[in-house]
């Protein structure tokens, strides 16, 4: 057994103890106060035991794990065949084993379904429709092999949440190195994108501005998602994922970012011009 648990066990020994002399204590004085003394013990074993979990002042990651929050994904058919379209269907299960159904309007939208490619490459944004039984269903076509990460981002009881579970894609994968950071990039659709990143210090929150033109003049971006863009960032290596949040003020398109450590983070902006949306993405370096 290690210390932790064997401190914890002891806490709720003498929690225990403390709790039984209330109690005691309660019927002699006042047989109500019984009830008052369990639900304190409650509390207090309750803050112990978070107090415990969000020591060290860690910067929040997320995306990074399967559950979290009580939460977890499971994806039906991980595996999938390259270049064909078909069906990814996945559920959110809690702790219970039950199949949650109940989740909350984020961006317009219950479910946002990500998925990118290990160095990064092949990134979509799905927004899958559920079932019922609680299932999510979207059609799927991803071209290139290799080993992918689906990102569930939702929020469920006002709880921001990302889980993160692996998918396959038959064939030998060509991998590509990260680009390096440049401050323009052009989307899929043709339109010339502008970075322009502020203070990209781990820990500390940073302006990502955007500045988009199509043959020199400036764009006008549509309402996407409730907002001016929509932004992802995964860190590379691990492929953290970031919530990033629209600042919805100056020119262009603008989102704070706080980036939990130094390192290569690949961000995907996607906006919405003409009635389609655009997807570009940018190299950004984050500094210790
Ligand atoms: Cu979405």
Excluded at 35 to 52: L, T
């Amino acid at each position: 057994m290690n210390p932790i648990p064997k401190q914890l066990a002891m806490f709720f020994g003498v929690l225990t103890v403390l709790f039984a002399a209330g109690a005691l204590a309660g019927k002699v004085i006042d047989p109500d106060a019984r009830g008052d003394d369990a639900a304190m013990a409650g509390h207090a074993a309750d803050a112990a035991v978070h107090g415990g979990e969000h020591a060290g002042g860690e910067p929040e990651v997320h995306g990074l794990a399967v559950a979290d929050g009580g939460l977890r994904v499971a994806v039906a058919q991980p595996e999938l065949r390259r270049g064909r379209e078909q069906t990814l269907s996945f559920q959110v299960v809690n702790d219970d084993g039950e199949t949650v159904r109940d989740f909350d309007v984020t961006h317009e939208k219950r479910m946002h379904l990500i998925i990118a490619r290990r160095d990064l490459t092949g990134f979509q944004h799905l927004h899958p429709v559920m079932a019922a039984d609680g299932t999510w269903n979207t059609r799927v076509r991803i071209p290139d092999a290799g080993s992918y990460r689906l990102f569930a981002d939702f929020s469920y009881g006002g709880e921001a949440t990302t889980l993160a579970s692996d998918l396959r894609v038959d064939g030998d994968a060509d991998l590509k190195p990260l680009p390096a950071p440049r401050p323009t990039a052009v989307s899929d659709g043709g339109y010339d994108v502008r970075l322009d990143a502020t203070g990209a210090t781990a820990g500390e929150e940073s302006e990502l501005r955007f500045t988009i033109t199509r043959d020199g003049r400036p764009v006008d971006t549509e309402p996407y998602l409730g907002a001016g863009g929509h932004l992802v960032a995964l860190r590379e290596g691990d492929m953290a994922f970031l919530h990033v949040h629209p600042t919805g003020d100056g020119q262009g398109v603008g989102f704070a970012a706080t980036f939990p450590t130094e390192g290569s983070y690949r961000l995907f902006l996607q906006f919405k011009h003409e009635g389609r949306v655009q997807t570009v993405a940018f190299t950004q370096e984050v500094s210790g």
